[in-house]
């Protein structure tokens, strides 16, 4: 099984940069997502990390520490649009062959003017 | 343009009823995905298809059962609606190989009275 940990709510001020945190433990890692979840609509893909390392995408980032069960979430430059869930997510393998993802609780993030 | 749609987007039954949930995606993609999603709790699997006819039990499969007679369509049943089961359901597909992120539906919000 698998054990995803992220917080539950963090406000951030436009303009500013957020980390957005995410632990896990989990018996047969074979790579991490980030969502983000507007309210009422669906989760959409952020960023994907399998190995050790910082992937940049414009004003988002995401960071992977494997020996350590981490990863974290860059938002630079906030914007009010920027208000949304953000879902960590890790994959291990299923059956069948595929690689089934476990969702975190989401983080509620909340940016103010 | 990947898409996913769902049959309904709001759909309200009475307590006993047999409910049919509907995905159905264009990507040609191998795996889907039912899920359930409540405040605190976030996405739950409910269960997943990685083949046509295949399917395996997610972590809250009781009181749902699951069709994919075709690879783009995969459907959710509830035999008899109970009020416990009154949430959001998303749909999502994913490739089985490589990085194979999940595209999500727009959600179902099914309430059960």
């Known amino acids: 099984g698998q054990n995803i940990d992220q917080p539950t709510e963090m406000t951030a001020t436009e303009g500013a940069i957020v980390q957005i945190n995410c632990t896990y433990q989990?018996?047969?890692?074979?790579?991490l997502f980030w969502y983000q979840q507007h309210a009422g609509e669906a989760p959409t893909f952020l960023s994907y990390?399998?190995?050790?390392g910082l992937e940049e995408k414009g004003r988002f980032s995401s960071f992977l520490s494997r020996s350590k069960g981490y990863s974290y979430l860059l938002l630079k430059e906030l914007q009010m649009k920027d208000s949304a869930s953000y879902l960590c997510?890790?994959?291990?393998?299923?059956?069948?062959?595929?690689?089934?993802?476990?969702f975190g609780r989401g983080t509620s993030l909340i940016v103010h003017p | 343009d990947v898409k996913v749609t769902q049959s309904s987007r709001y759909l309200v039954k009475r307590t006993g009823e047999k409910v049919f949930l509907e995905c159905v995606q264009d990507m040609d993609h191998e795996n889907m995905f039912w899920y359930r999603q409540d405040p605190g709790l976030g996405l739950r699997l409910i269960y997943f298809s990685y083949d046509v006819k295949m399917k395996e039990k997610g972590d809250i499969p009781e009181g749902y059962s699951v069709s994919r007679e075709k690879k783009e369509r995969f459907s959710l049943i509830l035999e008899s609606a109970s009020t416990n089961q009154t949430s959001m359901y998303l749909c999502?597909?994913?490739?089985?190989?490589?990085?194979?992120?999940?595209?999500f539906g727009p959600g179902t919000r099914l309430t059960v009275t």
């Open positions: 989990t018996s047969g890692f074979n790579g």
């Open positions: 990390n399998v190995l050790d």
């Open positions: 997510a890790v994959r291990d393998q299923a059956s069948g062959g595929s690689y089934i993802p476990t």
């Open positions: 999502a597909s994913s490739f089985r190989e490589g990085r194979n992120e999940q595209y």
